[in-house]
T-cell receptor
Framework: EAGVTQFPSHSVIEKGQTVTLRCDPISGHDNLYWYRRVMGKEIKFLLHFVKESKQDESGMPNNRFLAERTGGTYSTLKVQPAELEDSGVYFC???????????FGPGTRLTVT | AQSVTQLGSHVSVSEGALVLLRCNYSSSVPPYLFWYVQYPNQGLQLLLKYTSAATLVKGINGFEAEFKKSETSFHLTKPSAHMSDAAEYFCAVTADTGRRALTFGSGTRLQVQP
């Protein structure tokens, strides 16, 4: 069974540009999460989808971040326009419907210059 | 609100020595607790979890953790360190409140000396 996959693995963009990160959860997992780790800090929760609906987006830092989950399958996280402080590693995780056990992807390392 | 404190951002042990990584949590409701490991250039892998069953939890790769409510702790141990255990370890907490977001500690980087 394939795990959570994320694309790209690395992205380097300039301040003001747009970047879109993609996450493919484990097949059949209704729950999908985004987290972020800024260098030297804790891994922080961004948001939680249940199927295609946003269940909890309390961790989204501001309106430059837009997350979608088309048809309840893969998810994208768009940052527009990117700022220097957006640099970090963005993790995606998924879990089964009633489970608290989250499975993480390898992360996307975003560098904004 | 929940929080996690991991004491020691870096821990160094000799190969064959005991590994002890500390995690203390704060939660107003009974917590669910997790330890994750991140090997270099890889994602987070679940080591073990506590979800209100047995207080001594065994995980993969010989790791175990004990939930101690009175001490609000969930320390991770392994009797004998291997070189392959060198990685960053994260303790995380959530609870059965309907909100499933994990709250993570700041991580502990384990170094294993030959």
């Amino acid at each position: 069974e394939a795990g959570v996959t994320q694309f790209p693995s690395h992205s380097v963009i300039e301040k003001g540009q747009t970047v879109t990160l993609r996450c493919d959860p484990i097949s059949g997992h209704d729950n999908l999460y985004w987290y972020r780790r800024v260098m030297g800090k804790e891994i922080k929760f961004l948001l939680h989808f249940v199927k295609e609906s946003k269940q909890d987006e309390s961790g989204m830092p501001n309106n430059r971040f837009l997350a979608e989950r088309t048809g309840g399958t893969y998810s994208t996280l768009k940052v527009q326009p990117a700022e220097l402080e957006d640099s970090g590693v963005y993790f995606c995780a998924s879990s089964q419907e009633l489970s608290y056990e989250q499975y993480f992807g390898p992360g996307t390392r975003l560098t904004v210059t | 609100a929940q929080s996690v404190t991991q004491l020691g951002s870096h821990v160094s042990v000799s190969e064959g020595a005991l590994v002890l990584l500390r995690c203390n949590y704060s939660s107003s409701v009974p917590p669910y607790l997790f330890w994750y490991v991140q090997y270099p250039n890889q994602g987070l892998q679940l080591l073990l979890k506590y979800t209100s069953a047995a207080t001594l939890v065994k995980g993969i790769n010989g790791f175990e953790a004990e939930f101690k409510k009175s001490e609000t702790s969930f320390h991770l141990t392994k009797p004998s360190a291997h070189m392959s255990d060198a990685a960053e370890y994260f303790c995380a907490v959530t609870a059965d409140t309907g909100r499933r977001a994990l709250t993570f500690g700041s991580g502990t980087r384990l170094q294993v000396q030959p």
